[in-house]
């Protein structure tokens, strides 16, 4: 009569595997919880955080057909920090000094000025001051007449608080083309005057958030 062998007392091959894939199934299922602490749905890990904006400010873009500026031009001068100016008093004519910049002196048939203006902090401290563009004006003089200024057809004027420090020039960083028309606020979309030119001279002065340019800068149109 044949005996069957005896039992060992080790499990089966078929016992292992099954120890096996539960062993796996609970470290996914402990990775999963893991994972979902660290990443979950909707939280600010999800979402790139809104980078603080280096202020580039332009005084205005380039004007439409009318001459005055369009859309809503950024005004914060070049290289000053925006914001954080609650803790600095407000800049003042005392120390600060506006200057109007034209990219050239003499212009010729057809081509059409670029404008600019620069601050700059003579104090010894750091001043806060409004350079959006609700506080800044572009103005052409021709002689004594006032024969354009920025403010007349402007869009959706805005603030912009920004610190200059202590000696620091700021300066626009793109400029207000001008078309070389009369511009007025009854002429806002219609066509403008051309003003004259062969030789003509012009001065530009320009002002921010109250305090004007020292001089004028003069220039020519062919």
């Given at each position: 009569m044949s005996s069957s062998a005896p039992d060992s007392g080790r499990p089966s091959k078929q016992v292992y595997a099954r120890r096996r894939l539960f062993v796996l199934l609970g470290l996914?299922?402990?990775i999963a919880v893991i994972v979902l602490l660290i990443v979950q749905p909707g939280s600010t890990s999800d979402v790139p955080k809104a980078s603080v904006p280096v202020v580039t400010p332009s005084d205005t873009a380039s004007?439409?057909?009318s001459g005055a500026p369009s859309g809503n031009p950024s005004a914060n001068p070049s290289g000053a920090p925006a914001g954080g100016g609650a803790s600095a008093p407000k800049c003042t004519?005392?120390?600060i000094v506006?200057?109007?910049?034209t990219d050239k002196g003499d212009y010729a048939a057809g081509e059409k000025p670029q404008l600019r203006m620069s601050i700059t902090n003579t104090g010894s401290e750091a001043c806060t001051i409004n350079a959006g563009t609700s506080k800044q004006s572009f103005t052409i003089l021709n002689g004594d007449n006032k024969v354009w200024t920025s403010t007349d057809c402007q869009v959706?004027?805005?603030d912009q608080n920004s610190v200059i420090e202590s000696g620091q020039t700021v300066?626009?960083?793109d400029a207000i083309v001008w078309d070389r028309t009369r511009s007025s606020a009854d002429t806002c979309e219609g066509n403008r005057d051309p003003v004259p030119a062969d030789g003509a001279s012009y001065q530009l002065s320009?002002?921010?958030d109250g305090i004007k340019s020292t001089n004028a800068k003069r220039f020519v149109l062919e």
């Open positions: 996914v299922a402990v004007p439409g057909a004519s005392k120390v506006v200057s109007a910049i959706e004027p805005s300066q626009s960083a320009v002002s921010i």
